[in-house]
């Protein structure tokens, strides 16, 4: 089993939003569907901003440049899909299950996730 953990504080993701192509770049179609729908997106852009950092630390691979391989969504618990490169490194590091967990507070917003080891099938 492995674990990653990130932090963040929301008015660091705010002033990133603000530059042209930020939130494309860096989130799928549903992540911001969904962080759009609610009344402060910052915060649920900033979680999922930590949840991709938080994935990338438990699968020791970085995120960086590949943040779209990693999406969050689904409701009410978010699930994690990967994609890519990044789906090819989690086969070849035997990921089993990615459980992510994410809260933020009005400054910051922070995510951990767990992912198990694969399960060899040897019967
Ligand atoms: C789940 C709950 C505790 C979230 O608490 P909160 O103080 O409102 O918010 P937090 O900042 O700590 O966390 C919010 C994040 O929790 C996650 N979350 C929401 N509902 C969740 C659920 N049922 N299970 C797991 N995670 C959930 C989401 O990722 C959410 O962030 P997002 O909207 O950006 O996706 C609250 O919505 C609640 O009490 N729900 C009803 C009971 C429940 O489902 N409890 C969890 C299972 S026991």
Redesign the pocket.
């Known amino acids: 089993m492995r674990i990653g953990l990130d932090l963040i504080e929301i008015p660091r993701i705010e002033r990133a939003l603000a530059r042209e192509g930020f939130r494309e770049r860096v989130f799928t179609d549903a992540e911001r569907a ?1 962080c759009e729908s ?1 009344p402060n997106p910052a ?2 852009y900033a ?2 901003f930590a949840g991709k950092e938080a994935i990338g630390k438990a699968l020791g691979c970085g995120v960086e440049w590949r943040w779209r391989e990693v999406e969050i969504a689904g ?4 699930g994690v899909r990967l994609s890519g490169w990044t789906r090819s490194w989690a086969d070849r590091v035997k990921a089993g299950t990615i459980d992510l ?5 009005r400054e910051l917003a922070a995510a951990i996730c767990v992912v198990t080891d694969t399960v060899l099938d040897v019967g």
């Open positions: 969904y609610r915060q649920h979680a999922r409701r009410p618990k978010p967990s994410m809260t933020h507070s």
